[in-house]
């Protein structure tokens, strides 16, 4: 647990980081705070120079992290912090780091989000848990938004058309940031099947001591869930998995 002012200094600190990890002089990173009453506080990642030309990126994106070598596309990247209230007046409890990554830029085909993740765990009545029943924290999560899914008659086993709900509600306390744009035009987009609609809803492990420990699901799933043990972690991951994914994503396209 930690006070607001304490993370909010430390968010500071991430602006610089990020802003020098990206070469942007002009310190044009920076976060803001959203909060409701009683509720979540998050600091989500905003690019005020862009903002002030008009210029759109992607939904949920804050900077292009790199072009493909092939000119062909652009990865760009998003990213928020939530904290919860935690008993103890003024004090804050890590709730999660959400990282966003949109592929953009390929004629005729739809943007490809995917997101790397990671809630903390959370104590309540002296048992330490996390979101999602045995789901893995960290982990990576791709998208599916309505300009990949097929909802023709064809698409279904029936005659009638089928229904697919694209934001189903979460069970307990599950966390999925997405708030991709479900608006695209699906008539000029090739899709997949919509069989695929609760792929997105897949935990894919960023971290796991499988080696170490037998997965034993959903009752022992201490092998894939961990929790930063402090704000360096956080910050660490961050950086890392911007580097990482530009290093990536230049050598493969």
């Known amino acids: 647990m930690r006070a607001q002012p304490t993370i909010e200094s430390r968010l500071r600190r991430l602006e610089q980081k990020l802003n020098d ?3 942007f002089r002009d310190q ?3 976060f803001a705070k959203t909060a409701s009453r009683n509720g979540p506080i998050t600091w989500a990642l905003r690019n005020h120079s862009n903002e002030a030309c008009g210029l759109i990126l992607p939904q949920g994106s804050a900077a ?3 072009p493909a070598t092939n000119d062909e596309s652009i990865l760009y990247f998003g990213y928020n912090e939530q ?5 103890g007046r003024g004090q804050i409890e890590f709730a999660s780091s959400n990282l966003r990554f ?3 830029g390929v004629e005729a085909i739809p943007d490809l989000q995917f997101r790397l993740e990671w809630a903390g765990a959370k104590t309540e009545g002296g048992v330490i848990g ?3 029943q045995g789901a893995a924290h960290p982990h990576w999560q791709f998208d599916v938004d309505a300009g990949w899914l097929d909802t023709s008659p064809s698409a279904a086993d029936g005659d009638e058309p089928i229904e697919i709900d694209l934001e189903p509600k979460a069970k307990g306390e599950e966390i999925d940031l997405d708030d991709s744009n479900l608006s695209a035009d699906a008539t000029q987009k090739p899709r ?3 069989t695929l609609a609760g792929f997105r809803h897949l935990h894919l492990p960023a971290r796991t001591m499988w080696h170490d420990l037998l997965c034993v699901m959903p009752d022992v799933a201490a092998p894939q869930q961990h929790t930063p043990t402090c704000h360096d972690e956080i ?3 961050v950086i890392s998995a911007l580097r990482y994914l530009r290093s990536e994503f230049q050598t493969y396209t």
Do not use: T
């Open 21 to 23: 990890e990206l070469g």
């Open 28 to 30: 044009r990173l920076r």
């Open 64 to 66: 292009e992290l790199a």
């Open 83 to 87: 904290w919860q209230p935690a008993r």
């Open 102 to 104: 949109v592929i953009s």
């Open 130 to 132: 996390y979101p999602g």
């Open 192 to 194: 997949i099947s919509a």
């Open 235 to 237: 910050d660490r991951w």
